[in-house]
């Protein structure tokens, strides 16, 4: 039987997803860290038990627990539901303690995919900044689409396509951008972006919370 290392160095035809390099491996565990520790801290300020965080959240108990001792690493929909059951922006749940000053350097920003890896988030702001406002770099794979929850009340985002095409669906209601063009709506809805192209696509996402 060849070795792992060997299976990893020996390109699939059929593989359509890029192998994961080792620093990922290791940020992934670290993200995974941080969540926890954050996820516990949050929980006991606030005397939630992990059923009244599952309630909230609508993330299992069980996962809930695998999160919480680094048994498992959140994808980014669990992520995403968790913050919104705390009603905390996502960079709470996922960064450091704020500092005076803090600096995000571009080798030390831990990307976030989604589960088919066709989807990436790459935050472009410290963890803390403020609490109010969250910037992302995102990436979407041609003819892929990703679906994110609703997020808090009253939270909106801006998205400004860099390049290729967005398809956006909030509300029930389509909305066809091309290069250059910027949508405001409101996020605390279930939305869908989705890139239309043959090529890749990108996108700046400003996420706004309410006061």
Sequence with gaps: MASPRKQRSQPSARSERATIPPGDE???AELGRRVAENLRMLR???NLSLDQLAQASGVSRAALSQIETTKSNPTLGVLWKIAVGFGIPF???IGEGR???SILRRGDIQVLR???????SRPLTPAG??????????KLAARARHASEAHAPSTREILIVLS???RLTAADAVH???AGDTVLFAADVPHVYENPGSSEARYHNVIMYAH
């Design 114 to 120: 989604s589960a088919d890896g066709k989807f990436e």
């Design 164 to 166: 290729g095409a967005l």
């Design 99 to 101: 500092a005076s000053v």
């Design 44 to 46: 006991k300020s606030r």
């Design 26 to 28: 290791l940020g992934a």
């Design 176 to 178: 066809e951008l091309a």
């Design 129 to 138: 900044a403020t609490p109010f406002i969250e910037l992302y770099e995102l």
């Design 91 to 93: 960079s709470e749940l």
